[in-house]
Nanobody, 123 residues
Framework: QVQLVESGGGLVQAGGSLRLSCAAS????????MGWFRQAPGKEREFVGA???????TYADSVKGRFTISRDNAKNTVYLQMNSLKPEDTAVYYC?????????????????WGQGTQVTVSS
């Protein structure tokens, strides 16, 4: 069982930056693939970025070049650095985890989810 707790959300002006953190319980964090997803009001949950246990990464086109996902296995934490934020980035951001050697872009591929953290970008 893995428990995930996100933090770092908040209100920021367009063009600003935020760094989200996702702290995971469990001794095998280093072997988990991690992902970030978001859900805006009235919209479907969408993929943001993912990182494999070995550090391979992939991003949604909408955030590529602005967001960076990273992980610190010693701290059991994955991060999402968000730069050049836009109002359309406003959403609840969730981290997710699963076992496996790759990275994964589909929400239903993940076994564990955090409770989410709100990110609001004002224009």
């Amino acid at each position: 069982q893995v428990q995930l707790v996100e933090s770092g959300g908040g209100l920021v002006q367009a063009g600003g930056s935020l760094r989200l953190s996702c702290a995971a319980s469990g001794r095998t964090f280093s072997r988990y693939a991690m992902g970030w997803f978001r859900q805006a009001p009235g919209k479907e949950r969408e993929f943001v970025g993912a990182i494999s246990w070995s550090g391979g990464r992939t991003y949604a086109d909408s955030v590529k070049g602005r967001f960076t996902i990273s992980r610190d296995n010693a701290k059991n934490t994955v991060y999402l650095q968000m730069n050049s934020l836009k109002p359309e980035d406003t959403a609840v951001y969730y981290c997710a985890a699963r076992g496996g050697s790759s990275y994964y872009t589909v929400g239903t591929d993940y076994d564990y989810w955090g409770q989410g953290t709100q990110v609001t970008v004002s224009s």
